[in-house]
């Protein structure tokens, strides 16, 4: 008895422990990012930004499979962007919709032979259309099917310019968003890639490009998510901005340097999560060969995409993700505790692997011993609730602080009931679904290795314009 008694006492220090860390990470990163929103903001009001004549030339792809629904909307929010330089290029993965046919009648494309320098590996394209009616040039390849990776693969091939965007099929972008993305590599001479903001599109109204009305959405799971967005992505990436210690630059919506990427292999089609993958890839890579670079995160660079409004497609979603995770952080695995990485390795490996990889095991873990100690009579009751009732306040304090942060530095109009909704919502958010996505993430494993290169997909609709 004495034993477990012992047992239970460690590991309630560990888990005291545990909860500072990540209440300490949480309560900095959003501290930092806030402030980082408001200098931005402070910067714009006394027009104190980068103002320039100056573009960089990107290459925007657009990779696609079964995105007939969408795949029109996105292509013209991205031609509503105010930016002179890009092109634009779509690679159907093999699509059984009419993805391809919809692009083709609607921009009256023509059918080319053109041939592919296949710099990286990726499987054969079927057919090449192109369009230059529009402001720019757009190309439509269609391929065998591989995947996500293989098709941005193919597209880093087709491409003519130096950087390039990749985003999904259902992204839409705000007016500036190129310009803002871009300004990173104006700043610095050795910024090899940039991330941009998802937001999330349900329940918003744009207009070329422009948000004309913003509000949660009505499916209370989607704003629940808009809640875990502001708290979980955009402050913790801001935070790991501030030491170039990003690692994750999302696949809906991010800038690369074509050159460095071609020089790692490009994207690995073999993995779920090729876009932490390729991050991971190139700081080993710049760094094993001593090559100054700079990994950005640009807050007012913002892009729109849709969130799952339901259980089955958000654990489908987020499934996918933990896969993902796994994947790139084992691969990359010499990263932890390797002073040659410094707080790439210290700070960011150290914290997804705690705190996202191996969270919800160690919770489960927790759940059980905590269990066994009220089953021996040996937990204090009152003092177990009042912790987790201030733990979750916490919580639910920050998110609150990161969300209205945001509201207010990008000039967005709120209802009064949206504020009801997210306060009320931001308990709910803390502890339900933080509690579905981690049974979730607990039996990610379960066959995960037969779906590793299918398109996890979710129904779609047509945003609000």
Request: glycine share 6%; net charge neutral.
């Amino acid at each position: 008895m004495e034993t477990i008694r012992i047992f239970l006492s460690f590991v309630g220090i560990f888990f005291i422990i545990y909860l500072i860390g990540y209440s300490t990470f949480l309560f900095l990163s959003v501290i930092v990012g806030s402030n980082v929103l408001y200098e931005k903001r402070r910067n714009e009001s006394l027009k104190n930004e980068l103002k320039h004549d100056y573009y960089v030339p990107i290459s925007i792809l657009v990779p696609a499979y079964n995105e007939s629904v969408t795949i029109i909307e996105t292509i013209h929010s991205i031609l509503d962007v105010e930016y002179k330089l890009f092109e634009i290029i779509i690679v159907d993965d093999g699509s059984s919709d009419d993805t391809s046919d919809k692009l083709i009648k609607y921009f009256n494309m023509h059918l080319v032979n053109r041939p592919i320098n296949k710099l990286i590996k990726c499987k054969s394209e079927e057919f090449i259309y192109e369009c230059h009616d529009q402001k720019v040039s757009i190309t439509l390849i269609r391929k065998e099917n591989g995947g996500k990776a293989d098709s941005l693969n193919m597209g880093i091939n087709a491409s003519k310019y130096p950087y390039f965007i990749c985003m999904d099929a259902d992204t839409l972008l705000q007016y500036d968003s190129l310009e803002k993305i871009a300004n990173p590599i104006l700043e610095y001479d050795d910024v090899i890639a940039t991330g941009g903001v998802i937001g999330i599109s349900n329940g918003i109204e744009l207009e070329h490009g422009r948000v004309k009305d913003y509000k949660l959405p009505k499916n209370l799971l989607a704003s629940m998510q808009v809640l875990e967005y502001d708290r979980s992505f955009l402050a913790s990436r801001l935070l790991m901005d501030q030491y170039n210690g990003s690692i994750l630059i999302s696949g809906a919506f991010g800038m690369f340097k074509k050159e460095i990427v071609i020089a790692v292999g490009g994207y690995d089609s073999s993995t779920i999560g090729e876009d932490m993958e390729l991050i991971l890839k190139m700081h080993v890579f710049c760094r094993t060969h001593n090559i100054p670079y700079h990994i950005k995160y640009s807050a007012d660079a913002i892009s729109w995409s849709q969130a799952p409004e339901k259980l089955s497609d958000l654990r489908k979603q987020r499934k996918r993700w933990h896969l993902g995770l796994f994947q790139s952080m084992t691969m990359h695995r010499r990263v932890f505790a390797n002073v040659e990485y410094g707080a790439v390795s210290f700070a960011s490996y150290t914290y997804f692997l705690l705190y996202e990889l191996l969270s919800p095991f160690i919770e489960l873990f927790g759940i059980l011993t905590m269990g066994l100690a009220y089953v021996l009579d040996l937990v204090n009751i009152p003092f177990m609730v009042m912790f987790f009732l201030i733990y979750a306040s916490f919580g639910a304090i920050l998110t609150l602080t990161a969300f209205f942060t945001r509201i207010h530095t990008q000039n967005y109009k709120i209802r009064f009931s949206d504020v009801l909704k997210a306060v009320l919502l931001c308990f709910f958010e803390n502890a339900g679904l933080r509690f579905f996505i981690a049974i979730v993430r607990m039996t990610a494993f379960i066959g995960y290795k037969e779906k590793k290169l299918q398109w996890d997909k979710f129904e779609r609709v047509q945003t609000e314009n």
